[in-house]
């Protein structure tokens, strides 16, 4: 088969297509027979070296696929050859053929193309376990996503809108701002124009919101804390702008907040496949009936990896990128 190989530098040009040998489904994975792959951050991490595969983890990239069933392993009885299917990878999604355990897979949902379904699992799999398991998001709250327009950000924005939460959102341009008010955010904010400290104050009156979803770390980590009410939560997924800093947790005491966050890839089998079953009961069907939708920016031929990781490095792009494998 043909897969994805990065290496030994750490820029978007060391990708190249190899052949290397078709994978073995264990017992209770499944081999899937990949048609699309999506991007997200964390390859951009694991080719930059930054986002090491955990142990036992395929090293090539790739952590999401859409495609066939083509074999089961042993004791496998959630799926069928021929089955189409999205699903979460451990790694190894760049690739003609992916293993994966049968328990992180969902059935493509209905109306949806093979292409948007491979954009689905990495970023509802991280904000169902960050925003419900984690932060508990309930209707009537308030939510704000830094990042609002990208994959992890349009799925979080989808979510809240499911749970009936406010969800506020900052971006870096106007243009982001205006997509992402339009797929459903109650406010955009553009962070280069305005504080969004400053925004949230006057959107919520002075309350703040009671959960914040943060991907950039680094000077935004005191300013999450100014933007939450009493009982807030913090919920960290990525340090774009770096994990230290000094910082005051004098308003975490007072305002009783929480503060946590977590990884998605180092899960055990059994933790992935609890989100998948709390997708398959909670959101497939409503991405399936249209009341929420995902966004497909560009699909790249899996020859062109390297072009699809700059766009995504340029932050050009709103929502998902995905690598036609076949
Ligand atoms: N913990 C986990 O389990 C987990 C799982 C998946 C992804 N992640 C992380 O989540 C992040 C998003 O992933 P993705 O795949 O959706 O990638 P992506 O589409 O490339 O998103 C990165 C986003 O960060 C935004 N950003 C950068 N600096 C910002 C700032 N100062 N303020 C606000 N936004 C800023 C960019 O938007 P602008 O252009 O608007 O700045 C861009 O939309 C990545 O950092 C990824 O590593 C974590």
Sequence with gaps: ?????????????????????????????????????????????????????PPGASPVLGLEVAGRVARTGGGVTQWREGDLVAALAPGGGYAEYCVVPQGHALPVPSGLSLAQAAGLPETWFTVWANLVDRAGLKSGERLLVHGGSSGIG????????????????????????????????????????????????????????????????????????????????????????????????????????SVTGSTMRPRSVAEKTAIR???????????GRGEIRSHLFATYPLEQASEAHRVMESSRHIGKLVLQVR
């Design 277 to 287: 079953d709390a997708l398959l009961r909670e959101v497939w069907p409503a991405l």
């Design 154 to 257: 349009l799925a979080a924005i989808a979510l809240a809108k499911l749970r009936g939460a406010s969800v506020f959102v900052t971006v870096g341009s106007a243009d982001k701002a205006r997509f992402c008010v339009e797929f459903g955010a109650d406010a955009a904010i553009d962070y280069k124009q305005e504080d969004f400290v400053e925004r949230i104050r006057q959107i919520t009156h002075k309350e703040g919101v009671d959960v914040v979803l943060d991907m950039v770390g680094g000077t935004y980590l005191q300013k999450n804390v100014s933007a939450l009410r009493r009982d807030g939560r913090l919920v960290m997924i990525a340090f774009q702008q770096g994990s230290k800093v000094e910082f005051d947790f004098l308003p975490v005491m007072i305002k009783r907040l």
């Design 1 to 53: 088969m043909r897969r994805i190989e990065h290496g030994p530098e750490p820029g978007p040009d060391s990708m190249r297509v190899v052949q290397a040998p078709v994978p073995e489904p264990g017992d209770g994975e499944i081999l899937i027979e990949v048609h699309f792959a999506g991007v997200n951050g964390p390859d951009i991490a694991q080719r930059q070296g930054r986002y090491p595969p």
